[in-house]
């Protein structure tokens, strides 16, 4: 198994430019989470979808934010536009429920 | 008062030294429990999961306590490559048990020779 994959693995943008992270979660997993990290908050839970449907997005932080995942192979993040704040990496994870949480490498996220 | 927290450290230890890492969650529903290890610029991995009886895994010990609301991770006669960040894992999912995985922010571990 690939494992989930995430691309791009680092992306550097201006300010105001529309970004879209992906991931390719591992085959049979049923969770699927998108996680912010930095130094100042750590690891945030931005949302989570189960079976290819959100169930809490309370961790996005506004409305600039949106993710989606048309099906069980493949979810987006998408953040228009963005901001130096935003600046941070940005993890995928999936959760087949018995097995642990996987990640992705991560895609580092740099807004200029 | 955050949902998972922990001790961010820095813990500066030696070699062969014992330490050990105290995680606070703030659901009393939560049911399932993980600590985790992150290496620099790497994805977090499953270190452990913690199980109510408390369970070993070589040198790591993970133990829970319901009552009061925390895990904690022993490390035993500790290694240069135990050197990373650990992050404690906390189910806050419907039921305690699916979902919502919430991560504390971290305690950094530094083993010296």
């Known amino acids: 198994d690939a494992g989930v994959i995430q691309s791009p693995r680092h992306e550097v943008t201006e300010m105001g430019q529309e970004v879209t992270l992906r991931c390719k979660p591992i085959s049979g997993h049923d969770y699927l989470f998108w996680y912010r990290q930095t130094m100042m908050r750590g690891l945030e839970l931005l949302i989570y979808?189960?079976?290819?449907?959100?169930?809490?997005d309370s961790g996005m932080p506004e409305d600039r934010f949106s993710a989606k995942m048309p099906n069980a192979s493949f979810s987006t993040l998408k953040i228009q536009p963005s901001e130096p704040r935003d600046s941070a990496v940005y993890f995928c994870?999936?959760?087949?429920?018995?097995?642990?949480?996987?990640f992705g490498n991560g895609t580092r996220l740099t807004v200029t | 008062r955050k949902e998972v927290e922990q001790d961010p450290g820095p813990f500066n230890v030696p070699e062969g030294a014992t330490v050990a890492f105290n995680c606070t969650y703030s659901?009393?529903?939560?049911?399932?429990f993980f600590w985790y290890r992150q290496d620099c610029r790497k994805e977090p991995k499953l270190l452990m999961s913690?199980?109510?009886s408390g369970n070993e895994d070589g040198r790591f010990t993970a133990q829970l306590n319901r009552a009061s609301q925390y895990i904690s991770l022993l490390i035993r006669d500790s290694k240069l490559s135990d050197s990373a960040t650990y992050l404690c894992?906390?189910?806050?999912?419907?039921?305690?048990?699916?979902?919502?995985?919430?991560f504390g922010q971290g305690t950094t571990l530094q083993v010296k020779p």
């Open positions: 913690v199980y109510s």
């Open positions: 994870a999936s959760w087949g429920g018995n097995s642990p949480l996987h």
């Open positions: 979808f189960n079976n290819n449907v959100p169930i809490d």
């Open positions: 894992v906390v189910n806050f999912g419907p039921s305690g048990n699916t979902g919502k995985l919430i």
């Open positions: 659901n009393s529903a939560s049911q399932s």
